[in-house]
Each structure stands twice: as C-alpha cells, then as structure tokens.
C-alpha cells in the first residue's frame, strides 16, 4: 500500500492557476489509479478527477471538465492536479487518493479507497 504526501495548493484569486502534487512512497506506484477528491465546508467529500494506472484513461467532475487536468509521472511516483481558470466555489481542501481499481475512484467509492493524501486548502478569493 503507498503513502501519499501533497504539496501545493494556498489561496488564488478567481480565474487564477494552480498545481497541486501528490507523492506515493512505499508501493508499486504504477500499478495503481490515482484521482482526486475535494471537500468543501459542510459537505462531503467528492469526486474530483482520476486517472488509469498507465494514464490512458481519465475522467473529470462535470464541475471541473475543461479547466482541470490530471496528470502522473510514474518515473517520479507523482501525480499532479493543474487547475485554471479556478472559482470560489473550488474552494474547499483536496485529497489525492490512490487504488488498485480506477473504477473505485471514479465511483466516489470513498470507504474503499486505498491510501489518503493528508489534505490540502485550496481557496479562491479575490
């Protein structure tokens, strides 16, 4: 089972960029689908983004299509989250998540996720 550590994130003004990084240590990076996941305050935490082991595949939140784009370098065991043209109602804290079944992700099958990133704010405001 990999460790996920995140980098990234902090506070943006609307229609601004940024990159969040998720590192996985202490597994087989490549042989499992990454996704993130956003939490706002007061609701639960939902399904943002995930990607294929071999990132032939990738799905996107309706909320977040055409601005979002996720990304992995298996080499460097990361994944990356690039967010453009960012709204206030993007702010909330994101996770990365790690499983062996993108399906798991896609599906905001949050119980079954197999590692957790620790968390990181993002907020957009002006």
């Known amino acids: 089972q990999v460790q996920l550590v995140q980098s990234g994130g902090g506070l943006v003004q609307p229609g601004g960029s940024l990159r969040l990084s998720c590192a996985a240590t202490g597994g087989t990076f490549s042989g499992y689908a990454m996704g993130w996941f956003r939490q706002a305050p007061g609701k639960e935490r939902e399904f943002v983004t995930g990607?294929?082991?071999?990132?032939?595949?990738?799905y996107y939140a309706d909320s977040v299509k055409g601005r979002f784009t996720i990304s992995r370098d298996n080499a460097k065991n990361t994944v990356y989250l690039q967010m453009n043209s960012l709204k206030p109602e993007d702010t909330a804290v994101y996770y990365c998540a790690a499983d062996r079944y993108l399906s798991t992700i896609t599906r905001d099958r949050i119980a079954e996720i197999d590692s957790w990133g620790q968390g990181t704010q993002v907020t957009v405001s002006s």
């Open positions: 990607i294929s082991a071999n990132s032939g595949r990738t």
